[in-house]
């Protein structure tokens, strides 16, 4: 059958391993499973969201508020701006869809860094646009400077903290950046690891507010499925100019947000203090990353996110590690699709990265032996 021959060009997102197809395939018990490839918070959901959504399961025969009301006014307090700045898509994932269509046909470009979410390009390749990357894998501001310079685009997306290599950018850079962009070239700035980021280094925390005022050539985009640990729920948005976010509005499909998934969301926003005692832990947890990597001899690339990207030199193929932790039934991501020879760890609790280093020194031994 013949389809839209823009698909011939498009590739099929390669999610996280789930734990039912490592139980399925490697028999290894459900208990037993480590699940660090999909950056999600590993302390689970707020109880004071699980409690909402357990109260609100018997409405779900009612449509949800297609206004969004609530979530759109909890969205706008937070961040000081007005209700009219914000969409909201399932996953800031789907808002990058929209702005992917609204912006972009054939004869677009749209520019990246080497190693970033993979997303970009897929939306953009399902338009036909021409994908422009930076040579560099971790952002560098000179690089796409250049090309901007040379190609022009229609979109530069910057992913801030990156993933999936965890580098952040100081937000000064950033606005030195956007000031030599044209007011008709879309700048998104995925922020899904800025709660991180803030903590970390406030030098590279970005104001949505800030940023939208000063360049409404913008959209900033945050998402709940990673710090406010919503993964399942799907909850993202997009915070921009009014006449932006008018126009993502005539792609957006009705409904595209479920009634328990806006309830998580306003929810999760009452509960700042469980994700800031997440995120603390993060970074402590973080650290033991660090030393293991040096141990190790490996290097690592430090980390604005809650996961750590472990580059095994010329000492190790990522592949193959990724591959005997997952029979182990440690779920980590290989980043070879990427190009890169390293493996990206989701930063678990306390007790799950003591395992994992128990099981990675266990593997690293065997795939030694092997060689020799
Ligand atoms: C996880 C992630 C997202 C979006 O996640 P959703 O679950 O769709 O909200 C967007 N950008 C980056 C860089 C991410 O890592």
Redesign the pocket.
């Known amino acids: 059958m013949k389809f839209n021959k823009i698909l011939d060009e498009c590739k099929i997102y390669e999610a996280g391993k789930p734990i039912e197809l490592v139980v399925r395939e490697y028999g290894v018990e459900p208990k037993d499973i480590i699940k660090l490839a999909s950056?999600e918070n590993p302390y689970g959901t707020s109880p004071k969201v699980i409690k909402k959504i357990q109260e609100l399961s018997k409405n779900m025969f009612v449509y949800p508020d297609d206004s969004m009301y609530e979530l759109k006014e909890a969205l706008a307090n937070k961040f000081l701006v007005k209700s009219d700045n914000i969409i909201v898509g399932a996953?800031?994932?789907q808002v990058i869809d929209f702005v992917v269509k609204a912006k972009c046909d054939e004869n677009s470009k749209i520019l990246m860094s080497k190693t970033t979410?993979a997303m970009y390009e897929i939306y953009g390749k399902q338009t036909g646009a021409t994908i422009l990357k930076t040579k560099d894998d971790e952002h560098n501001l000179a690089q796409f400077e250049d090309m901007y310079k040379e190609n022009g685009a229609d979109i530069i997306f910057l992913?801030l903290p990156n993933?999936p290599l965890g580098e952040g950018l100081d937000s000064e850079d950033v606005y030195k950046f956007l000031e030599k962009v044209d007011k008709d070239t879309l700048v998104v700035v995925?922020g899904?690891?800025q709660e991180y980021a803030a903590i970390k280094d406030p030098k590279k925390k970005i104001n949505p507010n800030d940023l939208i005022s000063k360049f409404p050539n913008t959209i900033y985009?945050g998402?709940f499925?990673?710090a406010y640990a919503l993964?399942g729920m799907?909850v993202?948005y997009g915070i921009a100019d009014e006449s932006i976010i008018k126009t993502l509005y005539k792609i957006r499909p009705p409904f595209n947000i479920t009634t328990l998934s806006l309830a998580a969301g306003i929810e999760a926003l009452k509960d700042e203090e469980f994700v800031s005692s997440c995120i603390l832990k993060n970074f402590e947890e973080m650290k033991r990353y660090e030393e293991y990597a040096v141990k190790k001899g490996f290097s690592y690339i430090d980390s604005y996110t809650n996961f750590i990207t472990l580059k095994l030199e010329n000492k190790f193929i990522s592949k193959d590690v990724a591959q005997e932790l997952l029979k182990k039934g440690v779920i980590v991501r290989d980043l070879t699709g990427y190009g890169v020879n390293a493996i990206r760890i989701t930063i678990g609790t306390h007790e799950q990265n003591t395992k994992v280093f128990e099981v990675l020194n266990f593997v690293l031994e065997n795939l030694k032996k092997e060689e020799n």
């Open positions: 950056n996953g800031s994932d979410f992913c993933n995925d899904a690891y985009l998402t499925s990673k993964g799907r993202g």
